[in-house]
């Protein structure tokens, strides 16, 4: 398993962007398909996006997030605009080390991923 540390939660206004950073200790994460997941106070944990070879999006989040990978490889980023208070709640990100898994097929898979990150938190306020 990875140790996968998430940063870039805070406090933004309705309307602005965060960057949100997933990093693997000691490792790249350019060998592993890594998923972004949220979870708001009293709602069930909710895949927002993953990137193996291409990204997948989930409905809710498409034209506002963007994935993509540092050049050295080692960290995933998620950039988030037009942030809106319902986006609100911990982001997580998790890493699937199966060597077979090459492509994101959806979301949602949360039982494909064996390294979890502990959360950023992201509060969506004015």
């Known amino acids: 398993q990875l140790q996968l540390v998430e940063s870039g939660g805070g406090l933004v206004q309705p309307g602005g962007s965060l960057l949100l950073s997933c990093a693997a200790s000691?490792?790249?994460?350019?060998?592993?398909?890594v998923g972004w997941f949220r979870q708001a106070p009293g709602k069930a944990r909710e895949g927002v996006s993953c990137?193996?070879?291409?990204?997948k999006y989930a409905d809710f989040v498409k034209g506002r997030f963007t994935l993509s990978r540092s050049n050295d490889r080692k960290i995933v980023y998620l950039k988030m605009s037009g942030l809106e208070p319902e986006d609100a709640g911990f982001y997580y990100c998790?890493?699937?080390?199966?060597?077979?898994?090459?492509?994101?097929?959806?979301?949602?898979?949360?039982?494909?991923?064996?390294?979890w990150g502990q959360g950023t938190q992201v509060t969506v306020s004015s």
């Open positions: 998790a890493a699937d080390s199966n060597p077979h898994n090459h492509f994101c097929t959806a979301v949602d898979r949360e039982g494909q991923y064996d390294s």
């Open positions: 000691g490792f790249t994460l350019d060998d592993y398909i």
């Open positions: 990137i193996g070879i291409g990204a």
